[in-house]
C-alpha cells in the first residue's frame, strides 16, 4: 500500500508540473531544484504527463498485483510490469548519481540525498510485491 500512495503522490505532483512550477515559487527555482539545469525552461508538458501517467499506472498494477483490486489482463503480464518497474526504479535510483555531474547544485543535494535514494527504495519495495505475487 506504501508503495501504491508514493507513487501516486509521486505521480500526481507531475501533472501539477504539466502547468505550474508548484510548491517552487517560479520555473528557475523548480529547474534548478528539480531538473537540475540553471536555464529556467520547464519540461515539456506531454512528456512531463507521460511520466505522471506511468508513475500512477505503476501504483495502479501494484494494487493489482497484490490483490487490492481487481486484474485487468493475465497475471503473468501484470507480474512482468511488476518486475519492470522495480527494473525502472531501481536504474533511476542509482543511475540517477551519475546525472549529478554539471546539475545546478540546489539539484545534486536532493538526488543525492532524496531523489536516488527514494527511487532505490521504490524498487525494492516493487521487487518484494513482485517477488510476493510471484510465490503465491
Same mark, same amino acid.
Given at each position: 500500500?506504501?508503495? !501504491?500512495i508514493v507513487?501516486t503522490?509521486?505521480?500526481v505532483?507531475?501533472?501539477?508540473?504539466v502547468f505550474?512550477p508548484?510548491p517552487?515559487?517560479?520555473a528557475?527555482?523548480?529547474t %534548478?531544484t528539480?531538473g537540475?539545469?540553471?536555464?529556467? /525552461?520547464?519540461?515539456?508538458g506531454?512528456?512531463? !504527463?507521460?511520466?505522471g501517467?506511468a508513475?500512477?499506472?505503476?501504483?495502479?498494477?501494484?494494487l493489482?498485483v497484490n490483490e487490492?483490486?481487481?486484474g485487468?489482463?493475465?497475471?503473468?503480464? %501484470? *507480474? /512482468?510490469g511488476?518486475?519492470?518497474?522495480a527494473?525502472v526504479?531501481?536504474?533511476?535510483?542509482?543511475?540517477g548519481?551519475f546525472m549529478?555531474?554539471? !546539475?545546478?547544485?540546489e539539484f545534486? %543535494? *536532493?538526488?543525492s540525498f *532524496?531523489?536516488s535514494? *527514494?527511487?532505490v527504495?521504490?524498487? !525494492?519495495l516493487?521487487?518484494?510485491v513482485?517477488?510476493?505475487?510471484?510465490r503465491?
Open positions: 500500500m506504501a508503495l !501504491a507513487l503522490a509521486i505521480g505532483l507531475h501533472f501539477i508540473w505550474s508548484w517552487f515559487k517560479d528557475m527555482t523548480f %534548478r528539480i537540475g539545469s540553471d536555464d529556467g /525552461v520547464m519540461p515539456p506531454p512528456s512531463t !504527463a507521460l511520466v501517467l508513475l500512477v499506472g505503476g501504483a495502479v498494477l501494484t493489482m487490492s483490486v481487481p485487468i489482463g493475465p497475471e503473468w503480464l %501484470r *507480474l /512482468v511488476m518486475y519492470g518497474l527494473a526504479l531501481l536504474a533511476r535510483g542509482v543511475g548519481y549529478n555531474s554539471g !546539475a545546478a547544485i545534486q %543535494r *536532493l538526488n *532524496l531523489y535514494p *527514494l527511487c527504495a521504490l524498487a !525494492a516493487s521487487g518484494i513482485a517477488v510476493a505475487a510471484s503465491r
